[in-house]
């Protein structure tokens, strides 16, 4: 459900803000209950979203890609 909200709530945003607003959102799920490892599936739909994901996580992406390994 995640994705989709997220692909909804971009579809309104422009380019320049979706980094912004990929924060908020994931700092808003976190804020609300939503785990680590369910944002952990999400990484791969989405670059601004993986890309908050990760930084709201405190993870790399060599790391994320040896954990998939």
């Not at 369910?38 to 994320?64: F, M, S, T, V």
Request: aromatic share 8%.
């Amino acid at each position: 459900m995640l994705i989709d909200v997220w692909g909804l709530m971009k579809a309104y945003v422009s380019a320049k803000d979706k980094s912004v607003v990929a924060e908020k959102f994931v700092d808003i799920a976190m804020n609300n209950g939503v785990e680590d490892e369910e944002l952990k599936e999400l990484i791969g739909h989405d670059d601004e979203l993986d890309e908050a994901i990760r930084y709201n996580l405190d993870i790399e992406q060599d790391e994320e890609d040896y954990e998939d390994a």
